[in-house]
């Protein structure tokens, strides 16, 4: 980790986003080495993140916008 991390990490976190945003955004973001492991920490989280990425408009069926 570097400065630029850390100072970065303190700017997410004054967006106050969710948590599960959060690791959405390292999922999209990450190489494959830490996708697998995201993925083996939040498999539900990964399992939804396909789905709404696969479905129009990130909706699934039921919701409405």
């Known amino acids: 980790m570097s400065l630029y991390d850390y100072e970065h990490s303190q700017q997410i976190a004054a967006g106050n986003h969710s948590f599960y945003s959060i690791i959405m955004a390292a999922m999209r973001q990450a190489d494959s080495t830490n996708l697998e492991k995201l993925k083996s920490m939040w498999p539900d989280t ?20």
């Not at 990964?46 to 916008?65: I, N």
């Open 46 to 65: 990964f399992e939804e993140l396909q789905a709404r990425y696969d479905a129009p408009g990130g909706l699934l069926p039921g919701e409405k916008p």
